[in-house]
């Protein structure tokens, strides 16, 4: 679905975290380079906990 530099948002209330494959994930232990889509199964947000459902492609950062 995504590129690997395609940026993901949180699409809960109140939180829009954009997990960004070039930081990673250091509260989760996701090393830098990890595309959205290599995420493993049970990720959670950092900032909310939400699951990979609640995330969506932000138009124009490669998800085409």
Known sequence: MGGSDCLYQCQTTNCGYLY???????KGKIEKGTSFDDLPE?????VCGA??????????????
């Open 20 to 26: 960004d494959p070039k930081r990673g994930d250091r």
């Open 51 to 64: 699951g990979k459902k609640m995330f969506k492609p932000v138009p124009g950062t490669g998800c085409d």
């Open 42 to 46: 049970d990720w959670k947000c950092p």
